[in-house]
């Protein structure tokens, strides 16, 4: 069993930045495929980033050069670095994880991929 807490949320400005930390546990990160999803209210929930057993890293297009995905393996924790926010930003964020999946398919993942997932932080960004 994976257990999966997320963190890091809270409301910004417009041109700021936040880091979300996820908290693993039950699992280590490190046989992980591992991801960020978000969804905003009336919208369905996107992929943001995905993160491999190998540190591999895939981005949606829009969240390239803004958002970084990245993993520490002795404190078993995902990260996703956020930069340059604007109010498109505005979404509750999840952290995903599944496991057994080689890297193709880590980075095809969709939501239905991923079994684990946390309860989600609320990111707000104001104009």
């Known amino acids: 069993q994976v257990q999966l807490v997320e963190s890091g949320g809270g409301s910004v400005q417009a041109g700021g930045s936040l880091r979300l930390s996820c908290a693993a546990s039950g699992y280590t990160i490190s046989s992980l495929c591992m991801a960020w999803f978000r969804q905003a209210p009336g919208k369905e929930r996107e992929r943001v980033a995905v993160i491999g057993e190998f540190g591999g890293t895939s981005y949606s297009n829009s969240m390239k050069g803004r958002f970084t995905i990245s993993k520490d393996g002795a404190k078993n924790t995902l990260y996703l670095q956020m930069n340059g926010l604007g109010p498109e930003d505005t979404a509750m964020y999840y952290c995903?994880?599944?496991?057994?999946?080689?890297?193709?398919?880590?980075?095809?993942?969709?939501?239905?991929?991923?079994?684990?997932w946390g309860q989600g932080t609320q990111v707000t960004v104001s104009s």
């Open positions: 995903a994880a599944a496991v057994y999946l080689n890297w193709g398919s880590c980075v095809a993942g969709d939501r239905e991929t991923f079994r684990y």
